[in-house]
T-cell receptor, first 108, second 113 residues
Framework: KNEVEQSPQNLTAQEGEFITINCSYS?????LHWLQQHPGGGIVSLFM???GKKKHGRLIATINIQEKHSSLHITASHPRDSAVYIC??????????FGTGTSLTVIP | NAGVTQTPKFRVLKTGQSMTLLCAQD?????MYWYRQDPGMGLRLIHY???????AKGEVPDGYNVSRLKKQNFLLGLESAAPSQTSVYFC????????????FGPGTRLLVL
């Protein structure tokens, strides 16, 4: 089975802190995705990466293909960033495998 | 654009009953997916479709059937519901290949008693 592991499982931060969420996978991938699941349950795609780094607003995603590792960073965190962040990977063939998510709470 | 919609939002079934979940997208996407989300397990792919008239099995297909008769609709059927199928079901779509961004529906919460 292709495993996707995220750390930490839970994270509490003070508003304004720099946050890092990690994702590791076991075999070579076609692409890696970061998703955000809101407290109400809705899921939004944040980034899709196959190499390097992407930035959108206060969110930065990086991937190291050799180390099979990706990180999601949130700069100047805000309570509205509170959500579950999910890492997912796609391999050759039409399959997607998801991590169990990191639950982030940002305290004012 | 409504994006991806799911019907119903919530349903309670008794063991052995059948039901169909409907997913609709108005983005002209080729790929559509059905996932289930269970506590502590992350999302898992049930079935997917790479185009109208095609379907394929995902990671956990047993107990489910799907159909893609129209490009915009992807139906997930439970012929004989079991308590193990209690879950939140998400539909998603993407423009073409799997490496494209997926757009998710709001989810359907299903409780099987």
């Amino acid at each position: 089975k292709n495993e996707v592991e995220q750390s930490p499982q839970n994270l509490t931060a003070q508003e304004g802190e720099f946050i890092t969420i990690n994702c590791s996978y076991s075999v070579g991938i076609s692409a890696l995705h970061w998703l955000q699941q809101h407290p109400g349950g809705g899921i939004v795609s944040l980034f899709m990466l196959s190499s390097g780094k992407k930035k959108h607003g206060r969110l930065i995603a990086t991937i190291n293909i050799q180390e099979k590792h990706s990180s999601l960073h949130i700069t100047a965190s805000h309570p509205r960033d509170s959500a579950v962040y999910i890492c997912a990977v796609s391999y050759t063939g039409n399959q997607f495998y998801f991590g169990t998510g990191t639950s982030l709470t940002v305290i004012p | 654009n409504a994006g991806v919609t799911q019907t119903p939002k919530f349903r309670v079934l008794k063991t052995g009953q059948s039901m169909t979940l409907l997913c609709a997208q108005d983005m002209n996407h080729e790929y559509m997916y059905w996932y289930r989300q269970d506590p502590g397990m992350g999302l898992r792919l049930i079935h997917y479709s790479v185009g109208e008239g095609t379907t394929a099995k995902g990671e956990v297909p047993d107990g489910y059937n799907v159909s893609r008769l129209k490009k915009q609709n992807f139906l997930l059927g439970l012929e004989s519901a079991a308590p193990s199928q209690t879950s939140v079901y998400f539909c998603a779509s993407s423009l073409q290949v799997l490496q494209e961004t997926q757009y998710f529906g709001p989810g359907t919460r299903l409780l099987v008693l």
